[in-house]
């Protein structure tokens, strides 16, 4: 059996964003190829920023968003899920056992005082299995139902198409049955371009990663907090040629990178980053030569 969660921590962090009460769910952890995560810079530039395992993977994150609106709660990504087996989850080092056969990410719920029943929507930046394999969850006896029984779901209507789709080289990340049991039972919300879901959610399309990958402003009292998703998925990805090997259109996340952060300067926006092992939440600047957290 895969193993249980010992990193990162803690599985909940809480803070205030004008009105709205937010939550980083920490539904475990993962290791990746550091040169995959990395692209085409050099390891001996990222090796200074995070060390390498013998297997030549760094720890990575796997953190959620969840926000308390007056619609109801908010799931921004659900992680890894529990559907996969133990060697795939020994391949990519996750490990996001939680309690009653559920993940990390279910008891990060819990400890922030919520249930999975509580859920009233879900919003996906793109299908990738460690960013929506918890929309479902495999029960003891094998049947795979939404893990979030009363919420709609919400993606961008391309990524389900680019999802159902796939080619030699994106279906090792897409698998039907993190969506396909919510679209048939029609609880699925697809999206074009930018929306609002509700007051004060907004969708904003930032492809690169995948053509159709969005990420998500939280907006309230004056406050802005981006759930970045994959476009910037750690805070040693924040120079813009510090992109992925895994984005299927690398020149098109450098621009997507370049308008968001320029924007998150400019507004001093609070930035969620999700794939991050030790940082969840920052402010980037500028120092004329590139971006970095702020101080």
């Not at 990162?8 to 990746?32: D, V």
């Not at 995070?50 to 659900?78: F, Q």
């Not at 802005?224 to 910037?232: M, P, Q, R």
């Amino acid at each position: 059996m895969y193993a249980s969660y010992p990193f990162p921590q803690p599985l909940h962090e809480t803070r205030q964003l004008g009105r709205l009460r937010i939550h980083a769910i920490q539904a475990g952890g993962q290791q990746l190829d550091g040169g995959a995560m990395f692209g085409v810079v050099p390891k001996t530039l990222w090796s200074r920023r995070l060390a390498a395992d013998e297997k030549n993977r760094i720890p990575l994150g796997m953190r959620c968003l969840l926000v308390e609106h007056d619609d109801g709660l908010i799931l921004v990504d659900t992680g890894a899920g529990n559907k996969e087996t133990p060697k795939f989850h020994d391949i990519y080092a996750i490990e996001n056992r939680g309690h009653d056969d559920r993940t990390a990410l279910e008891d990060g719920i819990r400890a922030a005082g919520f249930t999975p029943d509580d859920i009233k929507m879900v919003i996906n930046t793109h299908l990738h299995f460690d960013h929506a394999g918890g929309n479902t969850w495999r029960t003891p006896t094998g049947e795979v139902i939404s893990a979030f029984p009363n919420a709609r779901y919400v993606v961008q209507a391309g990524e389900r198409a680019y999802a159902e789709t796939p080619n030699e080289r994106t279906t090792a990340s897409y698998f039907p049955p993190n969506w396909a049991p919510i679209v048939a039972a029609d609880r699925f919300d697809f999206v074009e371009g930018e929306r609002e879901i509700v007051p004060g959610i907004i969708v904003r399309p930032t492809p690169g990663h995948t053509p159709h990958h969005q990420s998500v402003l939280v907006r309230s009292a004056g406050e802005t907090l981006c759930f970045l998703g994959d476009v910037v998925p750690t805070t040693h990805h924040l120079p813009l040629p510090w992109i992925m090997g895994y984005d299927v259109e690398p020149l098109v996340t450098l621009e997507s990178k370049r308008a968001l952060l320029a924007e998150a300067v400019r507004e001093e926006w609070l930035l969620m980053f999700e794939h991050d092992a030790q940082v969840g939440f920052g402010r980037v600047a500028h120092d004329g030569k590139g971006y970095r957290l702020a101080e």
